[in-house]
Structures are given as structure tokens and as C-alpha cells.
């Protein structure tokens, strides 16, 4: 059933992403996915408790993250710039999820999905926002430095990118998500975070 409910969960959140959670039918992710419908109503129950499956796979996934990020023993700005990477990282491979919850978050219509999303954000912008305020106790970081602000506009940064990279750049077309460009987007953050929390 693993492999099954894998595949069924990825091909969910394409098709979510693609449709819209009311547009994309359960009998239309299992014709996809090439299972029964009955077996996603087994294992899932609803195309609701289908979209949290989804949402806890990829808690776990940061959660593993962060263990790895935590393991590198690194600290500071190194940490911070480490973290910056992999939770981008992250989110790339999940792009498709970080649409769905940017559309349920500006509808408002399922609260607990909603409240899922809201644990990851959390997450994620609580890694940062210690690291800096640790970092300000120990004396490596401008005291002044307003940790939840930096956090917030990090990670924003990051995800806007990962939901509409075609949107971000107000130029000439180009290709979307290339890799020159995301290391430009992270060398930027390198940037910021040098900048802002350097002791003044």
C-alpha cells in the first residue's frame, strides 16, 4: 500500500494544483493514479482528509528537514543560510502543495487545512526567528535585529517564488525556474540576512 499511497498522493496534489480542490474529483485521481476509487475511499475517506494526507507528508518531510539542518551543527548566519537552502529546496519539490495552500488560505473555506498550512508556516519561521534571537543573546547578531520581521520576509521571499516564478520578475519572458536564477534568489538572501543582522 505504501508505493500506492504515494503515487495517489502525488498525483492528488498535481491535480489539485492544476483544478482547483473542487475541480479535480476523487474518481479523476484514480483514473490518473490507475487505482480504484473504492481504495481511495478506504484509505482516505474523503477528498478532504485526502488534501490533509497530503499536507501531513509534507510536515513530515520538513520535520526531517530540519533534523538534518539541526545535525549540520552549524551557527549563525552559516545555519540560517543552510536553512534558507534546504527549506527552499523543499518547497521546489513540493510546488504544486505550496499552490494549493496559497488558494485555500485566500478562500477560506476548509479550516482545518487551513490550521495545517498555519503549523508549517509556523515551523518553519520558528527555526529562523530562535536562531536570530539566539544569535542576539550571544552577541553575533544586531541586538536590535527584529527577528519575526527578517523571518517573515525570508521565507515569503522564498515562497513567492516557489508558487509564481513566472510572476516574479516584471521583465522580459524567460524560462521559469531555472537554476541560475534560484542561486541568485539565494544569494540574495545570503545578502539580506548579512545585512540585517550584522551588529551595527
Known amino acids: 500500500m505504501k508505493n500506492n499511497r504515494e503515487h ?3 498525483v492528488a496534489t498535481k491535480l489539485i494544483s492544476e483544478r482547483g480542490f473542487d475541480g479535480a474529483s476523487t474518481r479523476e485521481i484514480a483514473q490518473t493514479a490507475k487505482v480504484s ?3 481511495i475511499n478506504y484509505y482516505f475517506g474523503s477528498k478532504e482528509a485526502l488534501l490533509k494526507e497530503i ?3 509534507y510536515q513530515e518531510q520538513i520535520i526531517s528537514t530540519k533534523k538534518n539542518i539541526v545535525s549540520s551543527n552549524l551557527e549563525g548566519l552559516d545555519f540560517l543560510n543552510l536553512a534558507s537552502r534546504k527549506f527552499f529546496e523543499l518547497g521546489l519539490k513540493n510546488r504544486d502543495l505550496a499552490r494549493i495552500l496559497m488558494v485555500e488560505e485566500m478562500l477560506g473555506f476548509r479550516k482545518e487545512v487551513i490550521s495545517q ?3 508549517v508556516g509556523v515551523t518553519i519561521s520558528n527555526i529562523f526567528r530562535n536562531t536570530i534571537e539566539n544569535g542576539k543573546k550571544q552577541g553575533i547578531f544586531d541586538i536590535n ?3 519575526e520581521l527578517i523571518a517573515s520576509f525570508l521565507i515569503n521571499l522564498l ?5 509564481r516564478e513566472e510572476r516574479v520578475f516584471f521583465t522580459e519572458k524567460r524560462e521559469t525556474y531555472l537554476a541560475d536564477t534560484q542561486e541568485r534568489l539565494l544569494n540574495f538572501c545570503t545578502d539580506y540576512l548579512k ?3 550584522q551588529p551595527k
Open 195 to 197: 545585512t540585517m543582522l
Open 159 to 163: 515562497n513567492d517564488y516557489i508558487i
Open 55 to 57: 499536507i501531513a507528508d
Open 8 to 10: 495517489v498522493l502525488k
Open 37 to 39: 476509487q473504492g481504495m
Open 117 to 119: 498550512s498555519d503549523e
Open 145 to 147: 535585529a527584529d527577528s
